[in-house]
């Protein structure tokens, strides 16, 4: 089965907002996305606002047919809007108002009791919960003890790792996903991945035969404005598709 992907336009709203007014809009990003094949689209609404809005969230539930997937820190306001706009999925993210991006799994084994709250009001208002997780077998555990059907595992110490040139240590963390992967899936749990893939990284995610979904933004946008998002998100698919046929490089 070849992975889904979900489209995170989060940082079309970013240049937007260096400047003010409606433009580029995230809206007719998501439009794109959807006709290039993506498989759901994705948007982080975080506490300071920097790049998704209220309104974003509110059309993006009007306008896109695609299943939404809302990133959220574990706060009452964004329960409040999360149950209210009742997206399709809800992923739980660790957020702290310095950080450029999120810089890291959430602690769901050191967090039991705070979570529990969100997980179970979520699931009650038929969203489908997703916890943000490092590739790490107590996580997981602890994800399943708090009845959270899917696990977003963190790629993002992978990428780095590609990226820096360390393929030994790329190599290492790759294997705990694939492990993690592993655990989850025979645990039941829908396994997805992202953060910080691109073109040069992605196929050797995406060939770990658990993982469902792949959720990929910064890079797509950052790719978009050389090659246009269509033709990005396109090729991405491709990639994807690619890795579990055996033809990519």
Partial sequence: MIPRLGVNIDHVATIRNARGGDYPDPVKAAQIAAKAGADGITAHLREDRRHITDLD??????EIDLPLNLEMAATDEMLAIALNAAPHAACIVPEKREERTTEGGLDVAGQHNHLAHFVRALKENGTRVSLFIEPVQAQLEAALVLGAPVVELHTGAYADACNAGQHGEAKRILDDLCAAASF?????????????????????????????????????????????????????????????TGLAS
Avoid: W, Y
């Fill in 57 to 62: 969230i509110k059309r993006l539930g009007q």
């Fill in 184 to 244: 989850g899936m025979g645990e039941g749990l829908e396994i997805h991945a992202g953060h910080g893939l691109t073109f040069d990284t992605v196929a050797p995610v995406a060939a770990i035969k658990p993982v469902r979904e792949l959720n990929i933004g910064h890079f797509l946008v950052s790719e978009a404005i050389f090659c246009g998002l269509f033709e990005t998100i396109t090729h991405m698919r491709k990639l994807i598709a690619q890795s579990r």
